[in-house]
């Protein structure tokens, strides 16, 4: 079973910067595509960024194209999400995910793709 951990959130003014980070704490990412999603009060989920297996494709929302930057290092077992130029509308319980939806050949926005989560981790940004 793949566990998945979500690390680096907390609270920062806009303009700032934070670095998320994803962990398989079991199983490895080696096979999956992976996506960060996030979720503010009141609002549906929202996919964010998204790699496919080898990194050699991706997605980003228009909300945060060109401020936010996903990555993923599959020796290290483990993901990013760099966010830049935070704004309060980024404010949101961020989520990581992991998918093998067309042996994860993909790069995805859709939550449908994502067998695999984390727990959610929190990013406030005051403005």
């Known amino acids: 079973q793949l566990m998945l951990a979500e690390s680096g959130g907390g609270l920062v003014q806009s303009g700032g910067s934070l670095r998320l980070s994803c962990v398989a704490s079991?199983?490895?990412?080696?096979?999956?595509?992976i996506a960060w999603f996030r979720q503010a009060p009141g609002k549906e989920r929202e996919g964010v960024a998204s790699?496919?297996?080898?990194?050699?494709?991706?997605s980003y929302s228009d909300s945060v194209k060109g401020r936010f930057t996903i990555s993923r290092d599959n020796a290290r077992n483990i993901a990013w999400l760099q966010m830049n130029n935070l704004k309060p509308e980024d404010t949101a319980v961020y989520y990581c995910?992991?998918?093998?939806?067309?042996?994860?050949?993909?790069?995805?926005?859709?939550?449908?793709?994502?067998?695999?989560w984390g727990q959610g981790i929190q990013v406030t940004v005051s403005s």
């Open positions: 995910a992991a998918g093998m939806y067309g042996s994860a050949w993909f790069q995805s926005l859709d939550a449908d793709k994502y067998d695999y």
């Open positions: 790699i496919n297996v080898i990194a050699g494709a991706y």
């Open positions: 079991s199983g490895s990412l080696d096979y999956y595509a």
